[in-house]
């Protein structure tokens, strides 16, 4: 018995939800007719998660492009990584994405994304591999 897959998706859109909530983005996304949009993720998978155990999702910003937030997701039990999901997630309203500069500026945050780390640096080129696929 163990938490399956789908269910970790599922609840890394819930902590992306409250993240958009407690940061001020929802008042902005209402107001301004966005919509929030996975366009990628990927998976890591350390140790199972029992039925019954406490754990919780550390959602963080690692980097913002023209386009989207690359945001890391954690599962955490007992200060362990449970289970490591990194997403690239878009905001589109009624004329198109709407720009992570745009975002902060209006939820006062800073608009100067941190430095893209090493590891993810490959990100964009396999995003852009699979998306050659798509329309083939």
């Given at each position: 018995?163990?938490?399956?897959n ?11 939800t409250?993240l958009?909530l407690?940061?001020?983005?929802a008042?902005?996304m ?9 366009s990628?993720?990927?998976m890591?998978f350390?140790?199972a998660?029992r039925?019954?155990?406490?754990f ?14 690359y945001?890391e ?14 997403v ?14 745009e ?15 090493d ?12 998306e050659d696929?798509?329309v083939?």
């Amino acid at each position: 018995m163990h938490m399956t897959n789908s269910r970790y998706f599922a609840l890394m859109d819930l902590a992306r939800t409250e993240l958009i909530l407690r940061n001020g983005i929802a008042k902005q996304m209402f107001k301004r007719q966005w919509q929030p949009v996975v366009s990628g993720a990927t998976m890591r998978f350390k140790r199972a998660i029992r039925p019954f155990q406490k754990f919780t999702v550390e959602t963080q910003a690692l980097y913002w492009d023209d386009k989207g937030f690359y945001l890391e997701q954690r599962f955490v039990a007992d200060g362990k990584t449970l289970a490591l999901g990194i997403v690239k997630a878009v905001f589109v309203g009624p004329s198109g994405i709407v720009t992570p500069q745009e975002i902060c500026r209006l939820v006062g945050a800073d608009e100067t994304s941190p430095i893209m780390p090493d590891w993810l640096a490959s990100w964009p080129d396999v995003e852009n591999a699979i998306e050659d696929r798509l329309v083939a």
